[in-house]
């Protein structure tokens, strides 16, 4: 499957519902589904968990934008969505039930990408301890430029430096998160503390 091709997915219009139906759409490969959004009213629909997963955008993920053909009794039609819940095994790590929102390609959506941390600070090159206190970030995007992940580079943080969200930025998307959370800092290399303790010991 060719980059272009990430989030073309096929589903059926269903019209009974309940956990009996579900287990039954199980059975056959399948599994519920729902869109909702753009002022429109709830459709429920099936889907294949195999395709689905196929369907995503090996970097994107659960933030792949995803475009809908939806089979209704022999018509189609399409729709643009992106996934916002979903129900899964944790033990087969196979999706259960899935919600789909209706979404205008040219407006932002708001939603979460991880936070990657890269470089080694020069605190820690000086004997310092690196703590990361971030592994998402809430963001809002464009459905087809949602970034993979907010990239961290900390190699310019000395010891006793702290990186904060304002200090970061993101092509194609705004940062949402708080302006004053902590992302990262430096800690003082320990081996200086101890021998500042000593000095002040002799002089006791």
């Known amino acids: 499957m060719t980059a272009t091709e990430f989030g073309n997915l096929n589903a059926e219009v269903r019209s009974t519902s309940g ?13 519920p589904a729902v869109i909702y959004g753009k002022g429109e009213g709830n ?25 809908l053909t939806i089979n209704d009794g022999g ?53 310092g301890k690196l703590r990361t206190y971030q592994r998402t970030a809430r ?4 459905p087809a430029q949602i970034p993979v992940k907010l990239n961290v580079d900390v190699s310019p943080l000395n010891a006793g430096d702290t990186l904060r969200m304002r200090d970061l930025s993101i092509e194609n998307a705004r940062l949402l998160d708080h302006p004053n959370i902590v ?22």
């Open 43 to 67: 459709l429920m629909l099936t889907v294949s968990p195999r395709e689905l997963r196929r369907a995503m955008d090996p970097e994107r993920k659960l933030n792949t934008f995803f475009t």
């Open 183 to 204: 992302v990262a800092s430096v800690d003082a290399p320990r081996v200086a503390k101890t021998e500042d303790d000593a000095k002040k010991g002799k002089k006791k």
């Open 139 to 142: 963001i809002a995007a464009k």
């Open 75 to 127: 018509e189609a039609k399409t729709e643009q969505c992106v996934l916002t819940a979903f129900q899964s095994d944790p033990i087969r790590d196979e999706f259960l039930h899935v919600d789909f929102l209706r979404v205008d390609p040219e407006s932002e959506v708001i939603t979460k990408i991880p936070v990657e941390y890269t470089g080694r600070a020069l605190g820690v090159i000086a004997g």
């Open 19 to 31: 956990k009996g139906i579900a287990r039954k759409l199980r059975a056959k490969g399948l599994i």
